[in-house]
């Protein structure tokens, strides 16, 4: 496996403003896309994943973007509430392999 | 139902003793996966399991590390002779998939052992 980057992003948005998170993927051959939310001492959750057959989902309160062409991945929160607050990753997985971002750090502002 | 326990939750070992990292994935869940996270990483990928069959564990950083799956339950990851940098948490995850593409599915992960070497 391989993971990206030593330093983490971080993202300070205020409590009730949409929140914006982006991942660049390096595989071409990545052909499904999740984004996990990490809290302090537990282990990454599930948030939405995506398939490379389509471009846009949208689950309760998140989006995500998929865009091939320059190998990016995004993950938009609306209405974002303390409780959003984590470190969220996203993953690319192909047939053969697993690859996670490095992370970003979101914080909400009460 | 109960989620993907993992034990001990933290493990503080003396450079060169053994430890050996407990997996209990989600029941019926076929495929089991083992993670390293360096604190402010992302989870790297070490090893990938199909019932007790090891089909992939080209993430292993050494032959110091080892992991099975005897009866495609119970997972167990051992580090022989642990040195310094090999201090990390430790994540198993868990997904139903049957096929091939097992990394394609779902992954549900455990809370991970936090293993520091002194």
């Known amino acids: 496996g391989e993971s990206v980057g030593l330093h983490l992003p971080t993202l300070s948005v205020q409590e009730g403003d949409n929140s914006i998170i982006n991942c660049a993927y390096s595989?071409?051959?990545?052909?499904?896309f999740i984004w996990y939310k990490q809290e302090s001492g537990k282990g990454p959750q599930f948030i939405i994943d995506?398939?490379?057959?389509?471009d846009k989902r949208q689950g309760q309160r998140v989006t995500v973007l998929l865009n091939k062409t320059v190998k990016h991945l995004s993950l938009q929160i609306a209405a974002t509430q303390p409780g959003d607050s984590a470190v969220y990753f996203c993953?690319?997985?192909?047939?053969?392999?697993?690859?996670f971002g490095p992370g970003t750090s979101l914080s909400v502002i009460p | 139902g109960a989620g993907v326990s993992q034990s001990p939750r933290y493990k503080v070992a003396k450079r060169g003793q053994d430890v050996a990292l407990r997996c209990d994935p989600i029941?019926?869940?076929?495929?089991l996966f083992w993670y390293q996270q360096a604190l402010g990483q992302g989870p790297e990928f070490l090893t990938y399991?199909?019932?007790?069959?090891?089909?992939?564990k080209s993430g292993l950083p050494s032959d110091r590390f080892f992991a099975e799956r005897p009866e495609g339950s119970v997972s167990t990851l051992k580090i022989q002779r642990t040195q310094q940098e090999d201090s990390a948490v430790y994540l198993c995850?868990?997904?139903?998939?049957?096929?091939?593409?097992?990394?394609?599915?779902?992954?549900?992960f455990g809370p991970g052992t936090r293993l520091l070497v002194l």
């Open positions: 029941s019926g869940h076929v495929s």
């Open positions: 995850a868990s997904s139903l998939s049957l096929a091939g593409g097992a990394r394609r599915e779902t992954q549900y």
């Open positions: 399991f199909q019932n007790e069959a090891q089909l992939d």
């Open positions: 995506i398939r490379s057959n389509m």
């Open positions: 993953e690319e997985t192909s047939y053969d392999k697993v690859i």
């Open positions: 595989n071409s051959a990545s052909d499904y």
